[in-house]
């Protein structure tokens, strides 16, 4: 609520010891053209006095930078908030700019205005577009088409904007020089219902006089072959490009070039390109200069419109694809490699002769004899194909095209002078750090990174090499918190979501793919086909994903925006219960890949499917439970969370004593709440007992593994936590890594002990296989080690760090572990250390945190922080603190 007016908070006296320092949107920084949506605001502060608090804060927002004349103010409103605030002024229409900035009250007095944060909308409405699409004719894995227009600019350019999509994929160029960094675009959604529109300041672009408009065309996932059906052309069988650029003029005219019937086309050097098999490109066909000024086009031909409803365009709310890293190869015998298994392609400098061939061809592992695995890649043909235009050295690169690989080789009679990894990734901004002493953990949690950056490219895929790379929602709800601990994921979850949303039919179903492009008989077991909609632990994607990320990022903004969604899925589950209560008998993909389950057979876990898919029902409801509660109507949280209970009951009563025999059902019986409170010491005993049989080795798949380590651990079985985590027989997480490893692997004995692959077999139809080297669902232990070995965690009462629990468990054989977040708040960073007998950490809160320390103790031990004795649990709020425990508890697992 406002407690005062603007002009009086003005005259009380600002705080110089605390300063708001940065301030936020709920869009990537730099992102322009976004929704004409509520702003809303994040914002960190630092200071010096460690007993200030934030009392109220106070947005402005202006139509301009200097806040000349201030369109809206909140006034002073009471409370702490600091993340996802709704502002005012925020912008109603398109084309707008909106500039905000925040103060913030302490008990002391009111700081200086913040840094300016700005948004800027894009074309919103329908209306707003005078383009149309053009293309001209093309076949699917045909040459790519490249269409231009020229223009004269006669006035000094204030501002221009370019706003552009495509049917297909674009590389939009303006005076020859590209006018965006992204790769891939437009971005993979739902193109049925969805296509987001890139806005470019091309300001700096323009020139006096004559310009060039130009763009080339690739199938991409729009027309290109997409699944192992072998289909293509899924979304349209026409590629066309749809652009407007607007010029504002220094004198206040404006001036809109578009596509339009009087753009020309042709085609050039790339003849074919594919998201799985790679691009040929024949550089005897290149066109110089076709996308500058000046270029002949006489012996062009005129475009034609293609259809495309404006009212499917939608604005962008997260970033692109971007190139993330460079990694020179080295050679190997026969081949190059990267050292590090990426998404991306190899950039190749070679010294040739006009005309020469040169093949460039892709895998993640070598066979015995040290030449490329290429059957995993199974149909993909992951390669680019050259021919040279011109004598000497040439540097090439594919272009609308991306792979999975390591490794690559050079079929040609050219000379390589050099070889590049480019890696790319919708993962651009890092949030989370950790580094321990043993460093086959350290190699853990970097592939579990690489895997996160390899698979999020446009959409969290399964695996970046083969003929899939598709949205399985099972590896995205299972993977959704390490994922946002990793890395700044909450725009591209939000974008994602909208897409699952959109792909729910009327039933409230929700796919086992999204965007969703699987057809009736895409899983087939015994020659009949499966139904793989509303699949349990992948369809609760639909809960699972956006509570995860508002768990950790602490904005309720994915929650409002998926609240209907979630609505639709449980409604579906309620719909499909039988006369017993329960869901029915039929497919589930179950604790897939659990590693006891015939390699042929992964759905085949040791776990009944059943127990699985109605646990899964109760967890999404108890999630529902909590949403509405939040964000939705306390009257549904209640018939929810009764729902859950029934519902609970009825599965413990039919799958309790099954449950119990298999470490996932364990898991699941006590992360989820299935088993009556009475019985948790019972199972989680058995679990433990499990883990000790087994020798540490793990016994899930899928579902059963993210959840494993937190059951273990939230019954007081660190012991057994940490022989699963640390152990390095066949299967583990540490095994891959001593195997060489640089991402996660699909199966947990993709490679054997002996060194040979597996062979990945299916039963599912004839000749189906099955093995990736990069699939991130297993790294979801990741999430596990930041808060027990790393010893940082949000609080579910206080999303988003904003109540972090500081409770590192130190285990023996780790003598130092460093950890950090980078919380909406600013970052949350624990380094401890274990030296002769003592525990000692340093802790760095930022300003909005309370954190709640839970020291290692014993009975022995004890504790002081910042010098003086301490409590074995204690609140601090921001600055830096040293903790010192003697005698501390250290976990001593069995080898």
């Not at 390899?454 to 790379?469: A, G, H, K, L």
């Not at 956006?546 to 602490?554: L, R």
């Amino acid at each position: 609520m406002a407690t005062a007016s603007t002009t009086e908070n003005s005259s009380r006296t600002a705080v110089a010891t605390t300063s708001v320092t940065s301030l936020r949107s709920q869009y990537p920084d730099g992102l322009l053209g976004v929704p004409a949506d509520e702003v809303r605001l994040t914002w960190q502060v630092e200071s010096s006095d460690p007993s200030a608090r934030q009392v109220a804060y106070e947005i402005q927002a202006a139509a301009d930078a200097e806040f000349t004349v201030v369109l809206q103010t909140s006034g002073a409103v009471d409370g702490p908030a600091q993340i996802a605030v709704p502002s005012p002024g925020s912008p109603t229409g398109s084309r707008e700019t909106r500039f905000f900035r925040v103060r913030i009250a302490t008990e002391s007095g009111w700081t200086e205005w913040s840094p300016v944060a700005s948004v800027e909308t894009g074309l919103t409405e329908p209306s707003d577009w005078t383009a149309v699409a053009v293309g001209i004719d093309s076949i699917v894995a045909g040459p790519s088409p490249m269409l231009r227009t020229e223009f004269s600019v006669d006035s000094p350019v204030a501002r221009a904007r370019l706003y552009a999509t495509s049917l297909g994929l674009s590389e939009f160029s303006l005076n020859g020089q590209p006018v965006s960094p992204d790769a891939l675009a437009p971005a993979w959604t739902a193109y049925q219902e969805r296509i987001v529109v890139s806005t470019f300041d091309v300001t700096e672009l323009l020139q006096q006089g004559a310009n060039a408009l130009a763009v080339e065309l690739g199938d991409g996932w729009y027309r290109g072959r997409l699944g192992w059906e072998d289909r293509d052309a899924i979304y349209g069988s026409e590629l066309a490009a749809l652009a407007q650029l607007e010029i504002e003029f220094a004198d206040g005219t404006t001036q809109t070039v578009a596509t339009d019937k009087t753009w020309l086309g042709s085609f050039g050097a790339v003849r074919s390109s594919g998201i799985y098999d790679g691009t040929d490109t024949d550089f005897r066909l290149d066109q110089p200069g076709w996308n500058s000024p000046g270029f002949d086009a006489t012996i062009w031909k005129p475009v034609h419109t293609v259809k495309l409803n404006p009212r499917i365009l939608d604005q962008p709310i997260t970033s692109g694809v971007r190139e993330v890293g460079r990694y020179p190869m080295h050679s190997v015998g026969p081949v190059l490699d990267a050292r590090q298994n990426v998404a991306g392609w190899v950039r190749l400098v070679v010294d040739g002769k006009r005309g020469d061939v040169v093949t460039v061809r892709h895998a993640e592992v070598l066979e015995p004899d040290g030449t490329l695995h290429t059957k995993s890649l199974r149909s993909a043909r992951a390669s680019d194909v050259y021919i040279l235009g011109h004598d000497g050295e040439s540097t090439l690169e594919p272009r609308f095209t991306f792979h999975g690989f390591r490794y690559a080789d050079v079929v040609s009679t050219a000379t390589v002078v050099s070889a590049t990894a480019i890696a790319i990734s919708s993962a651009t901004s890092q949030r989370g750090s950790f580094e321990s002493s043993d460093a086959t953990l350290n190699r853990l949690h970097s592939n579990v990174q690489w895997s996160q950056r390899d698979n999020f490219v446009s959409v969290p895929t399964d695996c970046p090499q083969r003929d899939e790379r598709l949205g399985w929602t099972g590896d995205a709800q299972a993977f959704a918190m390490t994922a946002s601990t990793l890395f700044d994921t909450e725009s591209f979850w939000r974008s994602w979501l909208k897409d699952l949303a959109i792909d729910q039919p009327a039933d409230g179903g929700v796919a086992s793919v999204v965007p969703n492009i699987l057809g009736a008989n895409a899983f087939m077991i015994d020659g009949a086909p499966m139904d793989i909609m509303g699949r349990a632990g992948w369809a609760d994607a639909a809960t699972i994903v956006p509570w995860s990320v508002y768990e950790s990022t602490g904005s309720d903004a994915v929650l409002r925006q998926q609240l209907a969604s979630m609505r639709r899925w449980l409604g579906y589950l309620v719909a499909r219960r039988q006369e017993d209560g329960l869901l029915p008998t039929e497919f589930q993909y179950g604790d897939w890949l659990d590693p006891d389950a015939p390699g042929s057979q992964p759905w085949a876990a040791k776990v009944s499917a059943d127990f699985v898919s109605n646990s899964f029902f109760v967890h999404s409801a108890r999630i529902l439970t909590a949403v509405e509660n939040l964000v939705g109507d306390p009257r549904k949280a209640t018939q929810y969370n009764d729902l859950a209970n029934e519902l609970a009951t009825l599965t413990w009563e039919k799958w309790g004593a099954h449950a119990r025999t298999t470490q996932t059902g364990c898991a699941i019986a006590l992360e989820f709440g299935i088993a009556p409170g009475a019985e948790r010491d019972g199972i989680a005993e058995d679990l433990a007992r499990l883990v000790r049989e087994s020798g540490g080795r793990i016994a899930t798949g899928f579902l059963g593994t993210p959840l494993v380590l937190h059951a273990l651990s939230n019954t007081g079985h660190l012991v057994e936590a940490y022989q699963m985590l640390l152990c390095h027989d066949i299967p583990s997480w540490l095994y891959q890594v001593d195997m060489g490893a640089t991402t996660v692997w699909e199966r947990w004995d993709a490679l054997r002990a002996d060194g040979s692959i597996h062979p990945g077999d299916m039963d599912n139809s004839e000749g189906a296989q099955m093995l990736s080297f990069n699939h991130y669902a297993y790294g979801a232990v990741i999430d596990w080690v930041y808060r027990t070995v790393g010893g940082l965690a949000p609080s579910i009462d206080a999303p988003g760090y904003e109540r972090a629990v500081i409770a590192p468990r130190p285990v023996q054989g780790v003598d130092f572990a460093r950890t950090s977040i980078e919380t909406a708040f600013g970052s949350l960073s624990l380094s401890w250390t274990v030296a002769e007998g003592v525990f000692a950490a340093d802790l760095v809160v930022p300003f909005g945190v309370t954190a709640l320390v839970s020291a290692p103790v014993s009975a022995d031990s004890t504790v002081t922080v910042n010098g003086a004795a301490g409590a074995v649990v204690v609140e601090l709020t921001h600055g830096t603190h040293r903790i010192r425990v003697t005698e501390p508890a250290i976990v001593v697992h069995h080898a």
